[in-house]
């Protein structure tokens, strides 16, 4: 009964491979997203989607690459790994439209390692 | 742009004490404000938030918050804490004028102590 799920939830691989972490969200939102949490905590958004539409893209390198097969799955691929993407990379889903007042339900995360 | 500072690192208190994790925020609009709570390796669970209204909101797990508009915080609060709420701690905020986004404070592990 996972409402938000990620695949896999630890990620070792070595630089310059590409990888992709997959979402997928059994609430029925329509908005899904991608958090990066650094070595220190810190969260930061990436991208949020809409109905399969790009609503948010930060400033994210854009080897980076979120696809929305449909409103239930939210995949991040990600090319040619740097060290410095090594983080915990979070999933969530919010109801509607993302608006202000939306609550965001998060997924377990996801342990990339990059060697 | 709108931020969110948690200024403690990390707060220790006993168990059966009061707990107070402290947020302030930095908006051009108007503020909606969002706590919520990390377990090790699990992800961010949703405590409470406040949109409009009574200024005390009452979340999962007996926490609470206060919304103060004059000294712009959101602290978040708990009279009896628990061992077991021991984790860590984000605030964030969505500011009307700055878009849908949810910006994030750094954190604040709490420590309760037997």
């Known amino acids: 009964d996972t409402a938000v799920s990620q695949t896999p939830k630890y990620l070792v691989t070595q630089m310059g491979n590409d990888k992709s972490i997959k979402c997928e969200q059994n609430l029925g939102h329509d908005t899904m997203y991608w958090y990066k949490q650094d070595s220190k905590k810190f969260l930061k958004i990436m991208f949020s989607?809409?109905?399969?539409?790009?609503?948010i893209n930060e400033t994210v390198p854009n080897r980076f690459s979120p696809k929305s097969p449909d409103k239930a799955h939210l995949n991040l691929h990600i090319n040619s790994l740097e060290l410095g993407d090594s983080a915990v990379y979070f999933c969530a889903s919010s109801p509607g439209t993302g608006g202000f007042t939306d609550t965001q339900y998060f997924g377990p995360g996801t342990r990339l390692t990059v060697l | 742009a709108q931020s969110v500072a948690q200024p403690e690192d990390q707060v220790n208190v006993a168990e059966g004490n009061p707990l107070t994790v402290k947020c302030t925020y930095s908006?051009?609009?108007?503020?909606?404000l969002f706590w919520y709570v990390q377990y090790p390796n699990r992800g961010l669970q949703f405590l409470l938030k406040y949109i409009t209204g009574d200024n005390l909101v009452k979340g999962s797990y007996g926490f609470e918050a206060e919304f103060n508009k004059s000294q712009t915080s959101f602290h978040l609060k708990k009279p009896s804490a628990l061992v077991s709420d021991s984790a860590l701690y984000f605030c964030a905020v969505r500011d009307t004028a700055a878009g849908n986004k949810l910006t994030f404070g750094g954190g604040t592990r709490v420590l309760v102590k037997p």
């Open positions: 989607y809409n109905n399969k539409e790009l609503i």
């Open positions: 908006v051009s609009g108007n503020p909606y």
